[in-house]
């Protein structure tokens, strides 16, 4: 382990801090060569010297996870479910036609650097550490093949809310996010360049995002930009199904699911129409909308638009949304039960 000299940590105000802007002292590389993972280090956040010929900036052969730390009000850090995010990152590798990562290096390797500099954890509501484990392609030559050569890092970064006020969401009809067969359920770098452009058209069209729809019909919803959506109709929590490989199985989803059946909703998993969120809508059954993401936590959707016909709502008066977003923030912050053990000790 390779420490700095002196953090920049006194140079940084942790309040309200936006997100991916900072990064801690120390971030952890590792290398995958001739079959097996070596020169595992924890250094000093620096710069990469990379060949122009990366195969990774050619072939776009690259994932990531976004995993959060916090810390409970006796100041002890704590990572959220980091070994769901261990898991669907090696999914995404088999996907991808990448090397799995060893658990060693990924949660322990995370754990030490997360110790390091748990300092830079702020204990502040709705603020956090963010982990950015990621890897790509690091072959020196130009060729359509999978690698030979990886390159595995983390890095930190902490962050305070992501969306600040509720969203307006563009129903998309002509863009696609993913197709059945696709990388559609794996965290690969190239979804999110591929979503930039339609969310740019949903932006000049004055909305934050899109609500992603089937490649096919343009009739069943997604995601929300780059989130899980779930809608409150009547008493159910209902969300689309992971079944087709199109969506993208999130490991805070899968939280506010469970909260939301400890709370007393029948919980459905499985095909939903725009026709009949606006059949819900127009009856008075649908509540509330809203994201879910490991960036976002819970975003509440204030306006949700379909062709010509929008769908608003006064969060204001809501009340699950924000008591999932509770329970998720005081389970994290060591003010409610773990009764599911989804919070691990650094």
């Known amino acids: 382990m390779n420490k700095v000299e002196q953090s920049k940590l006194k140079n940084i105000n942790l309040q309200n801090l936006p997100f991916g802007k900072f990064f801690t002292d120390h971030m952890l590389e590792a290398d995958y060569e001739d079959g097996e993972w070596k020169n595992v280090e924890i250094k000093p956040y620096q710069p990469l010297l990379l060949s122009p010929s990366l195969a990774a900036l050619h072939y776009g052969q690259a994932i990531f996870e976004g995993i959060k730390a916090y810390k409970n009000e006796e100041g002890e850090a704590f990572i959220f479910r980091p070994h769901d995010n261990y898991e669907r990152f090696n999914i995404s590798a088999e996907r991808m036609a990448m090397p799995k ?103 000049q069209k004055g909305y934050d995002q899109v609500l992603w729809t089937d490649a096919f019909e343009h009739k069943y919803v997604q995601e929300a930009g780059t989130m899980n959506v779930i809608f409150i109709i009547g008493n159910k929590a209902i969300t689309p199904d992971l079944g087709a490989g199109t969506i993208l199985a999130g490991v805070t989803r899968n939280s506010a699911l469970t909260l939301l059946k400890e709370a007393g909703f029948t919980v459905e998993e499985r095909p939903l129409s725009i026709d009949e969120i606006i059949d819900a809508y127009k009856a008075g059954h649908l509540f509330e909308v809203f994201g ?19 769908m608003t709502f006064d969060t204001d008066k809501w009340r699950t949304a924000p008591t999932i977003k509770s329970w998720l923030n005081d389970i994290r912050e060591g003010k409610r039960e773990d009764k599911y053990g989804w919070m691990v000790k650094v």
């Open 101 to 203: 990562v060893p658990e060693e290096i990924f949660m322990e390797g995370m754990r030490q650097l997360v110790e390091l500099d748990s300092a830079w954890i702020p204990q502040l509501p709705d603020h956090s550490l963010y982990i950015r484990p990621f890897m790509f392609s690091s072959d020196e030559m130009i060729g359509v093949r999978p690698s030979q050569n990886y390159k595995f890092l983390i890095l930190l970064s902490p962050t305070g809310p992501y969306y600040n006020a509720p969203m307006r969401i563009y129903v998309e009809e002509q863009y696609v996010r993913a197709v059945p067969g696709g990388v559609g359920y794996a965290k690969a770098a190239g979804n999110y360049g591929a979503a930039m452009y339609a969310t740019a058209q949903a932006k």
């Open 292 to 310: 879910t993401g490991t960036a976002a936590t819970i975003s509440l959707i204030k306006e949700l638009r379909y062709k010509d016909f929008v």
